[in-house]
């Protein structure tokens, strides 16, 4: 403690000077080191507070924004107010959720996770994520290599070349918002509930009532051409044509045959 207060400058001499062991044993030295070490800790905060704030920081204080304007937004609550402290938004955003939660049934948003996980088995779902993760990011970059690919070829024929710069400008928003990185966090796996795991095919009649369309009617009937592209269906590229070299060799002994005359 007494180094402690050497580096901090402290001003008080009883706790500075005279024997180490008998500095703190009156309540008068003991008050003045809490008066003392209180006091620091509110300057550091103070400077801590003006200090500018880095740009992570900044990112990770709009990102948060952001989520609480969506979840206000999905509960129907009024836009967020910059000006409202964050544990009075904190506090009507759960009585929101627990007055939306007592209209349900019980087992209505029970948790897909239902056994608590130890310091070990989190880790190993960590290293599942992170595996996962780099195995749908590699599948995601293709699909929007191949997006941008298609998007290029539009631009091949005459009648597109005009409109060019219409086309950028309607596509280029939609291609900004797609991202390499997946946004899929272990914060997902505990906000997932239980009907997550009913998987509903994509061709399902429940599904068709609201994804079809008077265009899937014309475009996809029949059978779906097979289109190949298939890493095992792929042949060798042809190998590169060279000029015969100069002074070269012959080879060795080579026969050749008589033709033979055709008969008249």
């Given at each position: 403690m007494s180094g402690l207060l050497g580096e901090l400058r402290c001003p008080y001499p009883s706790l500075t000077t005279g024997d180490v062991t008998s500095r703190?044993?009156?309540?008068?030295?003991?008050?003045?080191l809490l008066y003392f070490l209180s006091?620091?800790?509110?300057?550091?905060?103070?400077?801590?507070?003006?200090?500018?704030?880095?740009?992570?920081?900044?990112?990770?204080?709009?990102?948060?924004?952001?989520?609480l304007q969506h979840i206000c937004q999905a509960l129907g609550?009024?836009?967020?107010?910059?000006?409202?402290?964050?544990?009075?938004l904190m506090a009507d955003i759960k009585s929101k959720i627990s007055g939306l939660l007592s209209t349900m049934p019980?087992?209505?948003?029970?948790?897909?996770?239902?056994?608590?996980?130890?310091?070990?088995?989190?880790?190993?779902?960590e290293k599942i994520h992170g595996a996962l993760r780099a195995e749908y990011q590699c599948r995601k970059c293709m699909m929007i290599t191949r997006f941008d690919v298609t998007l290029e070829s539009f631009h091949w024929s005459e009648r597109a070349k005009d409109r060019s710069k219409a086309m950028a400008k309607a596509f280029k928003p939609l291609r900004q918002s797609l991202q390499e990185d997946s946004q899929v966090t272990l914060a997902h796996l505990l906000?997932?509930?239980?009907?997550?795991?009913?998987?509903?095919?994509?061709?399902?009649g429940t599904s068709r009532d609201k994804t079809s369309c008077a265009i899937n009617k014309v475009l996809m009937t029949?059978?779906?051409?097979?289109?190949?592209g298939r890493p095992n269906e792929i042949e060798p590229p042809m190998p590169m044509w060279e000029k015969r070299?100069?002074?070269?060799?012959?080879?060795?002994?080579?026969?050749?045959?008589?033709?033979?005359?055709?008969?008249?």
């Open positions: 703190l044993r009156t309540p008068e030295n003991c008050l003045q006091s620091e800790l509110l300057a550091a905060r103070l400077q801590a507070r003006k200090r500018p704030r880095s740009p992570e920081q900044e990112n990770r204080s709009r990102e948060a924004v952001c989520e609550m009024p836009e967020v107010d910059p000006d409202c402290p964050i544990p009075q019980p087992e209505q948003m029970a948790p897909l996770l239902k056994t608590p996980l130890a310091s070990e088995e989190w880790k190993t779902v906000a997932a509930r239980d009907d997550l795991s009913r998987i509903i095919k994509t061709s399902s029949g059978g779906v051409p097979d289109r190949g070299r100069e002074g070269g060799g012959g080879g060795g002994y080579q026969r050749w045959g008589k033709r033979g005359k055709k008969k008249k």
